[in-house]
């Protein structure tokens, strides 16, 4: 296929930039403990200075996949497929969940929202990043509220972004895994001063699993 079709295909969803694909647990959030498939687009923005996938944001370094190869994947392993990146909302998640959808397959979504929510999701994370603020209407949408807090003054961010969610919504305050030591007190006694929150860590990495 020459450059100019694979971009084309890139650019409606049918082809998207594959960082990596594995079976795992999910660590974090609502759905710490459970099975699920991991797929990790490629692509991201955001810059937030302590990422921990920063190979992840050059897309050009990801292979454009075809979707289809890309079901054929998630349907070998497990019922919940976690898509992750990078910041999969950079490209229209629209066909991807579609078909996953079409396997009867429980979708998950990890996203800044700092572009357009597109896909069917059974479950939204959303992560905000101060870089990037949220767009559109994911706040409406949003399953869950996860907040990284690197240090105090992101509780005051934190507490900004749960002005704007929905009231369903669950929150979570994460400490960012490079500073855990010294945040993660913060957090605890900001969650026992505030039970909206809740705390969420990072299992997966306690684990020794990716
Ligand atoms: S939004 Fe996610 S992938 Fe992008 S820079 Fe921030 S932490 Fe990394």
């Excluded at 647990?25 to 923005?45: L, M, N, P, S, W």
Aim: glycine share 6%.
């Amino acid at each position: 296929m020459v450059l100019q079709d694979v971009m084309h295909l890139v650019d409606k969803g049918k082809m998207l930039p594959l960082m990596e694909e594995f079976y795992t647990i999910q660590g974090e959030g609502f759905h710490k403990g459970t099975a699920a498939y991991f797929v990790r687009i490629g692509g991201c923005d955001v810059g937030c200075h302590w990422c921990d996938v920063k190979e992840s944001w050059n897309a050009e370094t990801h292979p454009p996949t075809e979707i289809e190869q890309i079901v054929v994947n998630a349907t070998k392993s497990s019922d919940t497929i976690v898509i992750t990146g990078g910041e999969p909302l950079t490209w229209d998640m629209g066909p991807l969940t579609k078909a996953l959808k079409n396997q009867d397959l429980n979708i998950h979504i990890e996203t800044s929202g700092a572009y357009p929510l597109t896909g069917i999701w059974d479950w939204i994370c959303l992560s905000p990043k101060k870089n990037k603020l949220p767009v559109g209407d994911i706040y409406d949408k949003a399953h869950e509220l996860k907040v990284i807090v690197y240090n105090k003054h992101d509780l005051i961010f934190a507490e900004e972004q749960a002005s704007k969610i929905n009231d369903s919504c669950i929150l979570y305050l994460q400490p960012e895994w490079s500073v855990r030591e010294k945040v993660t007190p913060l957090i605890v006694d900001y969650v026992m001063q505030h039970p909206k929150w809740k705390v969420s860590l990072q299992t997966h990495k306690y684990l020794n699993i990716p």
